[in-house]
């Protein structure tokens, strides 16, 4: 394996290829997700639609009640699949990501654009379209998303170091670094990326997710498949051909996968998994100043 900085852990059925860790950097260490943080989101959607407290279907004013007329069609689907037209992060230059608002003011800024295209008639990443969906978690469930979170996915996964927005006083969170190897500040993961990037994880906790996600231990049939295959295709996306529920799936190595990446400021991450011969990925780094290439070695060298 070519040398990473962060933590890397690579399994093989139950053989671990992989286990590395630079820096002094240890096995309990708390990294963002960034947009890894997706498929908690999707998660918690699907078992709330498990257990028919909502439908898939919904419109997103069944739940926020008055919308915009362009918001009105827009449905739960279309937001954890990328189709809603809802744009991501860079149409919003308005939002500074790492300041705090309350969600009102955030919500009054998406309303002001309409979706940038006709729902569900192609595919645009979107991370507000998530905080959306975290939104109307929290309001299905009845308590904050973060809370939703610990009670129905962390702590049934076994996830125990794993958990959504500010760190608190928490120990082994890793500081995030910019491209330039200085320190930056954290985005705001109570508000603005909640659902979209407000997860920390360590390479462990992330595997043992995987794991409890191919197993079907939280998600029952159909909604573990629909989460982990096309719902959508994406077009030119590195690595992928669809997008299912908070994963990206496609073909590497001839062979079958779902995996996602993520970048907040001052982290990189990464998870992927070949089901067919029980591979599964896993890069969690606090540091933006990783070369596209080199990650694209080591990515070959997990999967070769």
């Known amino acids: 394996m070519p040398h990473v900085r962060g ?28 947009s890894v943080s997706k498929q908690f989101t999707a998660a918690a959607i699907l078992l709330l639609a498990q257990r028919r407290a909502l439908d898939l279907e919904d419109r997103i004013g069944h739940w926020f009640g008055t919308s915009p007329p362009g918001w009105r069609d827009l449905t739960l689907h279309q937001l954890l699949t990328h189709t809603s037209g809802i ?11 790492a300041r705090r608002v309350a969600w009102d003011e955030l919500r009054a800024v998406f309303h002001r654009r309409s979706p940038l295209f006709t729902p569900g008639a192609r595919w645009l990443y979107s991370s507000p379209a998530y905080v959306l ?7 299905v469930a009845d308590r904050p998303y973060a809370q939703l979170l610990a009670d129905e996915i962390f702590t049934p996964a076994g996830l125990d170091r794993t958990f959504a927005g500010s760190p608190g006083g928490r120990d082994d969170v890793a500081p995030g670094h910019g491209p330039d190897g200085r320190p930056v500040p954290s985005w705001d993961l109570d508000v603005v990326s909640m659902g979209a990037g407000d997860v920390w994880s360590t390479t462990g906790d992330v595997l043992a997710w995987l794991d409890a996600l191919r ?4 998600l029952d049939e159909p909604y573990r498949t629909l989460m982990l295959t096309s ?19 496609g073909t590497i190595a001839g062979e079958p996968w779902f995996h996602h990446s993520g970048q907040n400021a ?7 998994c070949l089901p067919a011969s ?6 969690l780094t606090n540091t933006e100043a990783v070369d596209p ?9 997990a999967v070769g």
Do not use: M, N
């Open 266 to 272: 001052g982290f990189l991450s990464f998870a992927g």
């Open 133 to 139: 969906l975290a939104q109307v978690a929290q309001r």
């Open 293 to 301: 290439a080199a990650f694209d070695t080591l990515l070959a060298a």
């Open 7 to 34: 933590a890397l852990l690579v399994k093989r059925g139950d053989t671990v290829v992989a286990d590395v860790a630079a820096d002094g950097c240890p096995a309990s260490t708390r990294f963002q997700l960034a």
């Open 87 to 97: 744009g991501h992060w860079s149409d919003y230059p308005e939002i500074d990501l």
């Open 215 to 218: 197993s079907g231990r939280l």
């Open 278 to 283: 029980h591979r599964r990925i896993v890069f």
């Open 231 to 249: 719902r959508a295709p994406t077009g030119r996306e590195p690595r992928a051909d669809g997008y299912g529920y908070g994963w990206f799936t």
